[in-house]
């Protein structure tokens, strides 16, 4: 097998120095891991006016424990992935569980909001160990179909975590307080170090590491694979596919409260409604892609993101009544099963020389786009749902593009 670096090619490691396949209790943890970090992120927003008031602070120092927690997790991947390509997946993985165990129990006893910011970053940096880990050791262990079934299997364990956290933080923060939410996420923290010491084995070998660290270094530059087109395309792909998701989670309160009228319990039902369209076609891409290409499939669903993204904007400009939004969110939402799983596989499986390193930039990217989009889509208000339309439209536009550029990249380069 070879992998399309941009300017050289690059054989992946011998099937000698391969670890075993996925197992379904690995895959399962791996799902665990890719989602502490998200749920961690929204859960405990719908308390922050509880908050303020607790913490007899202000609703913007509030904001920073969300902001602290997003840039530890942006740090934390771009630390934690370089790191288990140099010392294997498992040691940096129990590092960052642990820190992150730490860190959620300071959080939850926290006495002011000063040490609550400093313990949302450093449980933003240890479980973004377990996002950016978890990719990499799909990639050791599988590429083409089954990395895309591994990776879409995975989702719908850890993909719908943004989605449902919100809705579940709603739930309880009236019963348990922001101090219960918390609560929960170290109990899932917990959880995952538990389960990285049981279930996860070194899946970047030893010998593995030496043959590829050699190939770096005679290659001139250890992260010369990242300039790989292939890598950068799927990656945008997957990256703002992603912000689509993210600015629907965004303005959905709004727009589901405000302009539809809904109270609490529809606009959850309406949400969970979405979060179901994302898992079913989540198991759904793995049986399309054992009959079709995995570029084909991801293709579908980029299609389908963008016609409801632009589906959306044209009910929006045109004075549609506004219960008629809900349609093109549910199939954009949805559509994105075809997305997630497809993109990382074929992103981590074009340089998996430094798989961690790619997961990182994956992670990093993806939740920086996340942050980036958040504040626009209220930049008209909570009476108009223009922004989202916006943000939707030219987030699904971008992803469409890289893809065609990339699979016209790749063919070209087949062909010669």
């Not at 240890?126 to 590429?143: F, Q």
């Not at 990285?196 to 660290?213: I, Q």
Request: proline residues 5%; glycine residues 10%; contains cysteine.
């Amino acid at each position: 097998m070879t992998i399309d670096t941009g300017s050289s090619r690059t054989q992946a490691a011998p099937l000698s120095l391969q670890p075993k396949g996925i197992t379904t209790p690995l895959l399962l943890v791996l799902g665990l891991l890719s989602a502490v970090a998200p749920f961690a992120t929204d859960l405990y927003l719908p308390a922050f006016p509880q908050m303020t008031v607790e913490l007899a602070t202000s609703a913007t120092t509030v904001q920073l424990t969300l902001t602290a927690f997003l840039i530890g997790v942006t740090a934390g991947q771009l630390v934690f992935g370089p790191l288990s390509d140099r010392f294997g997946r498992v040691p940096p993985l129990v590092v960052g569980a642990a820190l992150c165990v730490l860190a959620s129990a300071v959080a939850v006893f926290a006495p002011n909001v000063a040490v609550l910011v400093a313990a949302r970053l450093f449980q933003g940096l240890g479980g973004a160990a377990g996002m950016v880990i978890g990719r990499a050791v799909i990639s050791d262990l599988s590429t083409g179909k089954a990395a895309a079934r591994a990776f879409s299997l995975m989702m719908i364990v850890g993909g719908v975590a943004p989605v449902v956290a919100p809705l579940l933080g709603g739930l309880l923060v009236g019963p348990i307080g922001w101090r219960g939410l918390l609560t929960i996420v170290l109990g899932l923290s917990v959880a995952m170090l538990v389960a990285v010491l049981a279930v996860v084995r070194e899946t970047h070998l030893r010998a593995r590491r030496d043959m590829l660290r050699a190939e770096r270094v005679a290659s001139g530059s250890p992260l010369r694979a990242l300039r790989s087109r292939t890598f950068i395309g799927y990656t945008a792909v997957f990256a703002f596919g992603f912000a689509v998701m993210m600015a629907y989670i965004s303005a959905s309160p709004f727009l589901y409260q405000n302009m539809l009228g809904l109270d609490t319990v529809a606009y959850g039902l309406l949400f969970g409604l979405n979060a179901l369209a994302l898992v079913v076609v989540s198991a759904l891409s793995p049986k399309l892609t054992a009959t079709r290409s995995v570029e084909s499939v991801l293709t579908l669903g980029i299609a389908l993101v963008t016609a409801s993204a632009v589906a959306f904007a044209l009910l929006v400009f045109f004075g549609a009544p506004a219960f008629w939004l809900t349609v093109p969110l549910f199939t954009a939402v949805g559509s994105l099963g075809l997305v997630f799983g497809n993109a990382t596989a074929l992103a981590l499986s074009a340089v998996p020389q430094i798989a961690g390193s790619a997961s990182a930039v994956l992670g990093a990217l993806q939740f920086g786009l996340a942050a980036l989009v958040s504040p626009l889509v209220s930049l008209g208000g909570e009476g108009t749902a223009a922004p989202l339309a916006v943000v939707m439209v030219v987030a699904a536009a971008i992803a469409a593009v890289a893809l065609a550029v990339t699979r016209r990249s790749s063919a070209g380069t087949s062909a010669s």
